[in-house]
């Protein structure tokens, strides 16, 4: 359709560990980072539209890997929109994609 992706990657130094200050999480501690990422991010990741909003789609966790996706919300425009976060194993925060732009 057109739209492009933009991806935030070589991430170094964020991780769940870091910011809980402890290694052990759990899958709801993954959510919450990422939710926070936005958040703290909001004019990076805003949407364009004051009505619009990020909605948790899903949390994928695997072997090697976490994914937790987000979808735009509110507006028309925004629902074309995803945000996709990418840990390892550990808690490290690789890559960012912002799809749908």
Wanted: charged residues 25%; hydrophobic residues 45%; aromatic residues 10%.
């Amino acid at each position: 359709d057109g739209r492009a992706t933009r991806i935030y990657s070589s991430i170094v130094g964020v991780s769940i560990a870091r910011a809980l200050g402890k290694a052990d999480y759990q899958a709801d501690d993954v959510r919450a980072f990422a939710t926070s990422v936005i958040a703290v991010n909001r004019k990076l990741f805003e949407l364009g539209d004051e009505n619009a909003r990020w909605d948790f789609e899903s949390l994928d966790l695997f072997e090697t890997a976490h994914v937790v996706t987000y979808r735009g919300a509110g507006s028309r425009s925004s629902a074309a929109r995803t945000l996709t976060f990418l840990f390892d194993r550990s808690g490290n925060l690789l890559e960012i994609d912002d799809a749908g732009l």
